[in-house]
């Protein structure tokens, strides 16, 4: 694989950096591998699987090398979609395929609802969209708490009341939010506030990202192809269960893909434990 060429995008209140690795030879569209918060270095190892495409990886608006220029406290899945849209283009203006993860394939979903026509396949791994789930309420009250204890307790408290959230198993009830608070030292998270609050998992897509309302009519409507993809190894966790029902409001069965929500991370990339290699060649499959 051609060694990666970077470039940046400007966008209405962001300037966007990502990724091209060129295949100027190949007859199938260029594949974007993406994510959010999670940027594109999450992504080495699983780009590398795909060699004989072009692939194409970014860092979404307030995120590593994406900095938000208007000082916005939040990023709306609207945005996010309008940059997923804009990078397109940039790079010939689709058709692609896409596979987002996480908040990725939250967002990746409402371009394919207003920009099906530049979308071949779309696969979105595990998406938080709490908003279609029975437990919505319980769960959008779940990430209020988590961004508000960011916003004044810090990163540790606030990441630490995540990682309860997303290691949780089944629908949140009374008795999750009666939970006492987890310490951040339990999970080798810091306990003093650093005072900065410019996190963009806690602070700016926590509650955008599960709180969207998707437009299941224009989904099913859309040219493109979507498959919704749930880690073998997920369980009953927010994003699988999240993932399952968008799955069955498209009419549609999710397709099994190794690991768990991180899947296709490698160790040393966003400290993940995944494995690229397994998780390309079932993408591939996917894909093809």
């Known amino acids: 694989m051609a060694a990666p060429t970077t470039r940046t995008l400007d966008a209405p209140g962001a300037v966007l950096t990502y990724d091209v690795r060129p295949n100027e030879g190949s007859t199938e569209p260029p594949l974007l591998l993406v994510a959010s918060p999670m940027a594109a270095s999450a992504f080495v190892g699983l780009a590398a699987q795909f060699t004989d495409r072009t692939v194409v990886t970014y860092d979404p608006r307030g995120a590593d090398r994406s900095p938000r220029t208007d000082g916005a406290d939040r990023s709306t899945p609207e945005e996010h979609a309008d940059d997923l849209r804009r990078v397109i283009d940039a790079v010939g203006g689709g058709p692609v395929d896409i596979f987002a993860s996480s908040g990725g394939a939250v967002n990746a979903l409402v371009l394919v609802a207003q920009h099906g026509d530049r979308v071949r396949t779309l696969v979105a791994h595990e998406p938080p969209a709490s908003s ?7 769960v959008l009250a779940a990430c209020t708490d988590i961004r508000e204890t960011y916003l004044k307790s810090g990163f540790g408290p606030g990441m630490a009341k995540f990682i309860m959230l997303v290691s949780h198993q089944g629908p949140l009830t009374d008795e ?6 987890p310490d951040p030292a339990a999970f080798g998270l810091p306990t003093d506030d650093d005072s900065v609050r410019d996190n963009p998992l806690l602070g ?16 099913r409507s859309a040219p493109t192809r979507i498959v919704v993809g749930v880690g073998a190894t997920s369980g009953e966790t927010l994003p699988a269960r999240a993932g399952r029902a968008i799955a069955d409001r498209l009419g549609t069965e999710p397709t099994t893909f190794p690991g768990d929500h991180g899947g296709f991370v490698a160790g040393g990339e966003y400290g993940g434990t995944g494995d690229p290699v397994a998780f390309g060649a079932a993408l591939r499959a996917t894909l093809g």
């Open 204 to 219: 700016q897509n926590m509650i955008t990202c599960n709180e969207y309302e998707h437009d299941f009519a224009a989904l």
């Open 176 to 181: 999750y939010a009666a939970r006492p608070a």
């Open 132 to 138: 279609a789930l029975p437990d919505r309420a319980q």
